[in-house]
């Protein structure tokens, strides 16, 4: 099976450079961006299998962000990371890697 494209949206990009190096780090093919043209462009090409929204934006940036793939992507799997106590940039990497499984458990099934 080939490895689902995750399309990783949070608030710093220098973070997000971070957080996909070391997603790439398990084989993961990731697309890091905080960019909305960058966003809209990626989900109208169809480059994007899943989406994970991080939890370190605001709740308003959020949300918009959330509608903006959903409007231009209303089918693809949409994650939100969830806000837990202790919750840092690190969280994000299991969370997003088990998006992921998933996405492909899921696709795998007749």
Not at 2 to 28: C, H, N, W, Y
Not at 63 to 80: K, W
């Amino acid at each position: 099976m080939e490895e689902p494209r995750l399309l990783l949206i949070g608030k710093r990009q220098s973070t997000l450079d971070v957080l996909a190096e070391e997603l790439r780090r398990f084989g993961r093919d990731v697309v890091a961006t905080n960019d909305r043209a960058l966003i809209r462009q990626t989900l109208t090409a169809g480059e994007a299998d899943l989406v994970v929204i991080g939890g370190g934006l605001s709740d308003p940036e959020r949300e918009a962000v959330r509608d903006l793939v959903l409007a231009t992507s209303p089918d693809i799997p949409l994650h939100l990371s969830p806000r837990t106590e202790g919750a840092s940039p690190a969280t994000l990497i299991p969370f997003a890697n088990e998006q992921i499984v998933l996405f492909k458990v899921r696709s795998a099934l007749p």
